[in-house]
């Protein structure tokens, strides 16, 4: 209250007597009372304000007046050189007006005065006088110009930007568009003298300060972030050619403190951010320059030539100073694209050729380090006393080209994040094998250029496996090949172990890895086995066989078997076991089926339109197809109103009346019908189809049979009638002109409120039987089905159904064959499609009674096999050819593939390479079969005889032993195969595998071995292939030349599984493998004197004793002559009282 009458009576002082000095002192009490509000320092936030100054009508009446003359007066001065007090003076001047300025509603009135034009004028002539360098200015105390000219333009802050939106984003901070549309007072105009001030002030500043060089370029900043319609007026091509002009100078200033420069490159290029993306919210006819021409510009700076430099420039602090600016500049790019359009910012940097030219950047940095290395050559006398020195500053400056490379990448993704046109772009214009070539020529990568790359191929961080899949796979192709050049161990096996769980992540990135053939890319690098850590290349062949499992061409297998040749023939290639156990993985299949071929309908706008149909052939709607989805982390609820729906298939007339069927993003599936008034919905609750899994789905609509029968809708889920319910039948007299599968095809706009019906009104149903009428108006039929939810049945008026269910999408997953009936399809033809699978080319030509009836109900029928981009062809006799949108994809599987390069016997020498492994190399295999066994797989005791079922964690127990994993893959092989089964046959292949089992060293012939061979034949029994299982039987089970190499549990344990054999099919054995057969064996393998035989008297007489036991079976229930002479014949001609 004192301060306020002093203020007062101060005033009054002033105007009776005109004396400066009181408005002095009145200036000095108003401002020190709002000291916080001066705010001088750029570089600190914006400081919050305890107390705002006064709005303009709380001042004294003529208070602007009386500035505006004071001010004129020192302007008049200030060129002949103001007094100190005239200083002091101004000074105080300017800074009451920032202090009435941080009361934002005085912002406009003081801005259309004419105080920032006098404030200019005098700032200009002061910074004139702090460039000139003279005798006179050394002598002279510059701090009152310099505190001016700080004032005067944090004065031009407060006017420009009054919400330090610059200052915000200046200290990190984040100003949304949201709080900007927020903010009730806008910038004062901008005077028109800004540009020519802002010009004039670097025209031949190399000595003026570069903090006030700063100060100006925060000033600039604050205009273009204050406001749409200043940052216009001040982006011109002065200005901008001030802030190149300031970029470029940064490289070539030796006497200055190299902290200050990097500030003012730091400012300079966040101005520069601000400029770019203030153009980019603009109209063309606003803009004084274009984005396009300050990229070029840009682009020139970045790619200075610094060999074309003099030589004298060329000092190892300016090659440093300039590669930290190239990275400053690269990194600025990605805060660029921090913007609100990115995709038109995207196509300007295309435009521009952004990729040539960061690609130049690498290749340029590579003749700098060519010039240096020459320079290091001619100057090596000189280098004997200096060598520390100079081995520590190439460190840094290999540091420096690391972090260039690295933010090169970082600006190429940032460029093509989210943009399939721009990556196609990228690939055509300079393609990853010239990346590759380029990042080589640079020398060995860093860690950081390679999590770089990984940053790149899923477009974020390269850490979050699980959760950001791949968006670019060339990356990961280049980091394949890359692997065999690595020196570093580490590296290898770092790089090759992200890769095996990012491309093994889901069945859309093994698709994505497929699809770009990176299982050549990977034999290509497997090939440099010398060059490869063993942990790396178990950790490709890994990959290998996760990706082999989805798909593997012929090619491929057979670039997979020409990995494993040998020069020398009994050698054993170091990949031996591991590509065996890889191609296991491909062969085992796990889980329910899988569909080889199908249409990829994952982008937004994929689909399949079809044609036409000008007349429903029949009286029904059938639809049958086979589809996979994965998680939609997105999705939430059965509803998921607002959201999205998946468009299954939609048929619809001119009217808008027809058939659909959709999946809710939670997985839900929902079948529809559309009528002219009303949109009735069904809804299958307890089945989420969002799995990743193969399903069959079929939708059945039956009309009513009668005038006022009840129209049926049935849904079926593999095979499975899952759902029927009362849904309404459209009518079908009508084209139908807007046809499609899986696609968003037809959009239904949402008319205005007016135009709606009110819905139909609804009864609460009520137990026991329903009336006709309730029957046909309830939006509810959950009493017809026990259990289920009310919501099961949904009825809305035509045209809400987007607001109600969400806007129409592709399927956003894989279709596989499709085909729509016009017939009502019985349930055993839904359970005969279904059970023919989802990779059955032939429905058509199928012999099942239940698909004989088919090709007569069959409106369209469209396959992935039948579809050459982008035409589908219809293979009903209809032909409505569709037309795809997205991609078809078809997978190969190695059980196929195997046929086309000489079927199963180009595996033996596999076999063959496992008996020449040295004691080293087993061990090692042995190492890594036991990382991929978890404790309880493994053997209970070691030693006992144990059969056990076959699954797959039984199989990993056995996998520890070569031989069962070859065994195990024999298996996989003719599983569910007919043609590997009669190849197997014809190729004499079973009497190949038993010759080469009897090869084996006693070493690896354990107890897994006998129970592989039982899982074997257990397998060829389940396919009732009669002629194989003999001569799995003759050729292995009873070759005891195979059998005779284990210890005495093995043999035993052989025994004890060929008796459980024989009791099973006594007729069949008794016929070809009888007494003879078993004295045989005795006298051969377990006699007294048998060479064969190097167990224990005790183990050969328990053995002896197991196979009499045999003998005894077969003559227990009846003998026969042959059988009586060949025992006689065997105790005249042992003579042996032992066994006798």
Known sequence: MASTERLYELWMLYCNKKDPDYLKLWLEIFISS??????????????????????????????LQVLRHQLLQCVQKVSDGLEEEQQILS??????????????????????????????????????????????????????????????????????????????????????AVEKSR???????????????????????????????????????????????????????????????????????????????????????????????????????QRQVEISTILENYFKLLNSDPTALPVKTKSRQWENRFITLQIQMLNTITEMFHCSDRPVLQAIFLNSNCFEHLIRLLQNSKLVVNARCKAADKSEKDLANKILTEMNEDQ???????????????????????????????????????????????????RELLKELMNMAVEGDHTSVGILGISNVQPLMLLIQWLPDLDSHDLQIFISDWLK?????????????????????????????????????????????????????????????????????????PYVVLVMRAILGMARKQGLDSALQYFDLSPSMAGISVPTIQRWPGYAFSFYAWLCLDQDQQGSGLFSKGGKRKQLYSFFTASGTGFEAFLTSSGVLVVAVCTKKEYVTVMLPDHCFCDSLWHSIAVVHVPGKRPFGQSLVYIYVNGQQKLSAPLKFPTMNEPFNSC????????????????????????????GRASLGAILSSPSWGGLLPGKPESVTKLISAGTQDS????????????????????????????????????????????ESELAEMPSKLLLYYTPKACKNPICLDLSPNLLHGRLTGNKVVNWDIKDMINCIGGLNILFPLLEQITHLTGAERSEADAAAAENITPELLTPSDGDWVVLPSSRASEARLETNFVATFLLMIK????????????????????????????????????????????????????????????????????????????????????????TIIKDSRKLFRRKYGVQFVLDAIRLYYGTHSKENDLCLDDVKTIRASLCGLIKYFISKGVVQEEVQCILGYIAAIGDEEQL
């Open 972 to 1059: 996989h092989f003719i599983q569910r195969h007919p043609i590997n089964q009669e190849n197997l046959i014809h190729s004499h292949g079973v009497a190949t595998l038993g010759a080469l089992l009897q090869k084996l060293p006693s070493s690896m012939v354990d107890v897994n071995v006998l129970v592989a061979v039982q899982l074997l034949i257990e397998q060829v029994n389940q396919e009732k292939n009669t002629v194989l299982l003999q001569q799995m039987y003759q050729c292995l089970l009873l070759d005891f030349r195979i059998w005779n190499q284990g210890d005495f549990p093995f043999r035993i344990g052989h025994i004890q599984y060929l008796s």
């Open 396 to 446: 840094v400056f290999q540091g420096r080209l690391d972090c260039l490379a690295v933010s090169t990448i970082k600006a190429l993704t940032t460029v093509m994040l989210k943009s399939p046109a721009a990556k196609e772009v990228f690939k055509e214009r300079i393609g990853y094998t010239h990346l590759y070539e380029v990042l080589k020529s640079l020398g060995q990568p860093s």
């Open 183 to 285: 903010q009730k007072y806008k910038a004062a105009p901008l005077t028109v003298e800004f540009v020519p001030f802002f010009y004039q002030c670097f025209q031949e500043s190399e000595h003026l300060k570069e903090s006030l060089k700063c100060c100006l370029l925060h000033l600039f900043g604050a205009i273009v972030a204050g406001g749409q319609r200043n940052a216009l007026q001040a982006i011109s091509p002065a200005t901008v050619e001030v802030l190149m002009r300031l970029l470029a100078d940064c490289d070539f200033i030796e006497d200055k403190d190299p902290d200050d420069i990097n500030r003012k490159a730091e400012l300079t290029l966040k101005c520069l951010t601000e400029v770019v993306q203030m153009l980019l919210s603009s109209s063309s006819d």
């Open 804 to 847: 109600e269910w969400g806007s129409p999408t592709s399927l956003e997953g894989q279709l596989g064959s499709v085909l729509v009936f016009h017939e009502a399809l019985q349930p055993a033809q839904v359970k005969a499609l279904y059970l023919a699978g989802p990779n059955c080319i032939s429905l058509l030509k199928a012999q």
């Open 91 to 176: 000074l105080l001047l300017v800074k009451f007006l920032i202090v009435i300025c941080r009361n934002l509603s005085n912002v406009e009135e003081i801005g259309t005065c004419s105080y920032i034009n006098h404030v200019i004028t005098m700032t200009t002539l002061y910074i004139q006088q702090l460039k000139s360098k003279t005798k006179e200015k050394e002598l002279a105390d510059q701090t009152p110009a310099e505190e001016f000219v700080r004032h005067a333009l944090t004065f031009c802050e407060s006017l420009y930007d009054p919400y330090r939106n610059w200052r915000h984003r200046a200290s990190g901070g984040l100003v949304s």
């Open 740 to 767: 499609c599968i899986g696609s968003a095809g037809h959009r239904t706009t949402t008319p205005p409120p007016s135009q709606i019906p009110d819905p139909p009104f609804s009864l609460p149903t009520t137990p």
């Open 501 to 573: 769980r990012i491309c093994s992540l889901n069945r859309q990135s093994r698709n994505t890895c497929v699809n770009a053939s990176m299982v050549l890319r990977i034999l290509e690098s497997l090939n440099f086995h010398t060059c490869l850590h063993r942990t790396c290349a178990e950790n490709l062949i890994s990959l290998l066989g996760s990706l082999g499992s989805q798909s593997l061409s012929t090619g491929e297998l057979l670039q997979l078997i020409r990995l494993l040749r040998t020069e020398d023939p009994k050698e054993a290639h």
């Open 34 to 63: 709002y000291e916080k509000c001066l705010d001088v320092d750029f570089e600190k936030p914006a400081t919050r304000l305890d107390e705002v100054p006064p709005v303009m009508s709380l001042l004294p009446d003529n208070i």
